[in-house]
């Protein structure tokens, strides 16, 4: 009988629960490092949801309340408008939802990014577009897009995974496609918007790493195990970039 087995047979679901919510060091103690790292599977498929909060939404999180003065006027965020809301507030005046599929009732916007062409230059202030870029396989048209459609000096708020599971739901669905590196996300960003406007910071180390990986949570952590930055385990990167202030200036 493992360590995990014995718990679930000797302790009330309550305090099963309890344990789940404490910082890794309580995993360790109780399990040991050497059976932790030979699973095969991870301790939760959901990305960690299932157990508190998911590690690198966390580092996203991060990165919107360092910029939240720019969430700012007519906002177009993906999926939902929840970052919006929460880094907005009242600076908020209009909000958009962009989403792929009519099944989602909180889009405002169906579209492609890869096929948008129709979509309104010069609308938006602000777009916030978390974790999205690995869904979309023509990279260049979308970042083309994204760019069209802000406003001059409108600004891009943008995070995507370093490592990272596949999201099984997005690619049997729609396709997941990429993962990135700081000078990856540069080098594509650069193509299109002006270099000096630019700024790219990547977020991870190996424990976040490991543990994203295994589907454990932020609550299994340590704030120092999340925060210590290592350039050779991204796990998060984020990037605000500017669009040219000048209206007659277009992106080809």
Known sequence: MTAEDFLK???????????????????????????????????????????????????????????????????????????????????????????????????????????????????????????????????????????????PGGILLLTSPGIQKISRGDMEIGGDYWRFTTLSMRRLFEEVFPSDSIEIEASGNVLAAVAFLHGLAVEDLRRKDLEHRDPDFLVSIAMRAVRHRSSHELCN
């Open 9 to 151: 047979a000797v302790l009330p679901t309550s305090a099963r629960h309890w344990l789940r919510r404490q910082p890794l060091r309580v995993w360790r103690l109780l399990c040991g490092d050497a059976s932790f790292f030979r699973r095969t599977t991870p301790v939760d498929v959901h990305w960690g949801g299932k157990r508190g909060t998911i590690v690198d939404r966390y580092y996203v999180e991060q990165f919107l309340a360092r910029h939240a003065e720019d969430v700012r006027g007519h906002v177009l965020e993906f999926g939902s408008d929840s970052y919006t809301r929460k880094f907005g507030g009242d600076k908020v005046t209009n909000v958009d939802v962009l989403d792929l599929g009519v099944e989602n009732p909180g889009a405002s916007i169906i579209a492609d990014l890869n096929h948008a062409d129709w979509l309104p230059s010069d609308t938006f202030d602000c777009i916030v577009c978390t974790q999205v870029l690995p869904l979309i396989y023509d990279l260049r048209a979308a970042i083309r897009t994204l760019y069209r459609i802000l406003k």
